[in-house]
């Protein structure tokens, strides 16, 4: 059967919706032509079954120089530059890629995600207190969404206390879309070279973090692998926890029958983010694969070379696997959503978000019982072009 090739569509019927296109596409076409917009054809899949089966299938590459982007036109200036970096394992294949997760996987010692807990607590009741102190409203992704994780991450990398605050300043701006493509670059190039700086510092002086634990754990390893492994935990942990802290509030605000739940049953706090990791996806875009061989999924046949898009969002609303899909549910139990990923690439991070959701979340409801939305929904601002979906701003009351 041929079928017609179409955009990928990005359009959302509500804040909290995928576009309503993926539904009549699961339905109809699970897998279904994309025009990409250079010109080529490449394939969307919407399906939870077949989404599992090209995140692990062998035959399906992250590596980002052949792919075609299916949001805009990459210039042949912009793929000429592109070249992946050692360490920067998510755009790698294996046997690369699996050389450096072991070795960071090796750093999410029990022991450290034990330790890490209680800080957690402590820079959530901080936060919360700050918010409290400066008055009765706030945005609560300046105020609390995107520092917590960026905190979070520099405890991980064993950034010192004194250096934080210029730190979040550079990765609040690497994140910010509304600024100057030129002044996003600056701020993560000079990340990048406070990392690497970082590492060096950690070889005289080792501490109790991963950057220490890394170069012990493989004394091969270069500053610049560290770092660049550094910086992805950055840019994969920051924005995608944050934007779940952030949308997640704001789905919870205008379902107030879930929020009641929860207050009355804080137990119910694991649970609730599961069912948000799944009724969000906030990993919108990410989740691309180029063809390495030909291969027939979902009845259509793939060739080398084209370009797959997986919506998670999709996947993650698929009657199939998922009862009533549609409806946001925090009792729901046994979710096997796939927000985090599929495969060798399935998120590393996840048990660690999971811990700063879960304390997140609870801190501040039960700090704010009358937390409530300081504008109208629609005026909510959301970040529907970039690959980690979202809330830009979420102005709040309590
Ligand atoms: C990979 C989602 C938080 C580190 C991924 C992938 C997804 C994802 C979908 C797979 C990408 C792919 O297949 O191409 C999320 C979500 C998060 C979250 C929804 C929060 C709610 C974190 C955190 C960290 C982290 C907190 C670390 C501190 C990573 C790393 C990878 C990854 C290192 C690459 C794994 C690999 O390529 O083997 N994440 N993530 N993530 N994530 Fe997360």
Not at 82 to 105: A, C, E, N, Q
Not at 197 to 218: H, T, W, Y
Request: glycine share 6%; hydrophobic share 40%; aromatic share 6%.
């Amino acid at each position: 059967m041929t079928i017609e090739a179409t955009p990928l569509p990005t359009t959302r019927p509500t804040p909290f919706d995928p576009p309503e296109d993926y539904r009549t596409l699961r339905e109809d076409q699970p897998v279904s032509r994309l025009a990409m917009p250079d010109g080529t054809a490449g394939w969307l899949v919407t399906s939870y079954e077949l989404v599992r089966a090209v995140m692990s299938g062998p035959q399906f590459s992250s590596r980002p120089e052949k792919m075609s982007n299916p949001l805009r036109v990459v210039t042949p200036e912009e793929r000429a530059e592109f070249t992946v970096r050692p360490g920067m394992f998510i755009s790698m294949d294996p046997p690369d890629h699996g050389r450096y997760r072991k070795l960071l996987t090796g750093q999410f010692t029990v022991r450290r995600m034990r330790a890490l807990e209680p800080r957690i607590h402590q820079m959530v009741v901080e936060h919360l207190d700050a918010m409290e102190a400066a008055g009765d409203s706030a945005d609560l992704v300046e105020a609390f969404a995107l520092p917590i994780p960026s905190l979070v991450i520099c405890e991980l990398l064993g950034v010192p206390y004194e250096e934080r605050d210029e730190f979040q300043t550079r990765s609040s701006k690497m994140l910010d879309l509304s600024l100057p493509f030129e002044q996003v670059r600056a701020a993560a190039e000079g990340i990048d070279e406070y990392l690497k700086g970082l590492v060096a510092r950690k070889r005289e002086n080792p501490g109790d973090d991963m950057l220490s634990g890394l170069f012990e754990s493989d004394p091969t390893l270069t500053d610049d692998e560290i770092a660049a492994m550094g910086f992805l935990l950055l840019i994969a942990g920051h924005e995608t926890t944050a934007n779940m802290l952030g949308l997640g509030t704001f789905l919870l605000l205008q379902n107030p029958d879930q929020l009641d739940k929860l207050r009355a049953n804080p137990d119910l706090t694991n649970g609730a983010v599961e069912e948000l990791l799944r009724y969000l996806s906030v990993v919108q875009f990410g989740t691309v694969r180029v063809v390495l061989e030909d291969v027939e999924i979902g009845g259509q046949q793939f060739r080398a070379g084209e370009t797959v898009v997986c919506s998670l969002a999709a996947a993650n609303r698929d009657p199939a696997r998922f009862d009533s899909p549609e409806i946001l549910d925090i009792t729901r139990t046994h979710s096997t959503h796939i927000a985090f990923g599929h495969g060798i690439h399935q998120c590393l991070g996840q048990q660690l978000s999971r811990v700063e959701m879960q304390i997140a979340f609870r801190g501040l409801f039960d700090r704010f019982p009358n937390l409530r939305l300081a504008v109208d929904p629609s005026e909510v601002k959301l970040r529907t072009t970039s690959v980690v979906y979202g809330a830009a701003t979420l102005p709040v009351a309590w």
